[in-house]
């Protein structure tokens, strides 16, 4: 079964980090986007960073460029996020999503058929 799995979510305060990975089983990120997405209470979905398998290309929404990064590993099969300096306005459940690399959109929902159950990311103030 082709699954992903998130983990390292949790409380933190404002100003702190924290990394997040997404681990695939049942397949690789070979030749897949792969993205993270997050979901404030009340708010919709929304795309926080893309990375390409192919080249490695990453892209970020602006709310987060500077202070996240994702990377992969080279077995191709864990992907992170890493999250620094984090504000209250980034709590929400993380998710990581990964669909075919010519089919998504950097910081797009469509077109990932694989998602993950989400990983919970709570920053006080």
């Known amino acids: 079964e082709e699954q992903l799995v998130e983990s390292g979510g949790g409380l933190v305060q404002a100003g702190r980090s924290l990394r997040l990975s997404c681990t695939a089983s049942?397949?690789?990120?070979?030749?897949?986007?792969i993205g993270w997405f997050r979901q404030a209470p009340g708010k919709e979905r929304e795309g926080v960073s893309f990375?390409?398998?192919?080249?490695?290309?990453?892209f970020y929404a602006d709310s987060v460029k500077d202070r996240f990064t994702m990377s992969m590993n080279d077995l191709k099969n864990t992907v992170y996020l890493q999250m620094n300096r984090l504000k209250p306005e980034d709590t929400g459940v993380y998710y990581c999503?990964?669909?075919?690399?010519?089919?998504?959109?950097?910081?797009?929902?469509?077109?990932?058929?694989?998602w993950g159950k989400g990983t919970l990311v709570t920053v006080s103030s």
């Open positions: 049942g397949f690789t990120f070979d030749e897949y986007g």
């Open positions: 990375l390409s398998s192919s080249d490695g290309a990453t």
């Open positions: 999503g990964a669909g075919p690399e010519m089919a998504v959109t950097p910081l797009d929902s469509y077109a990932m058929d694989h």
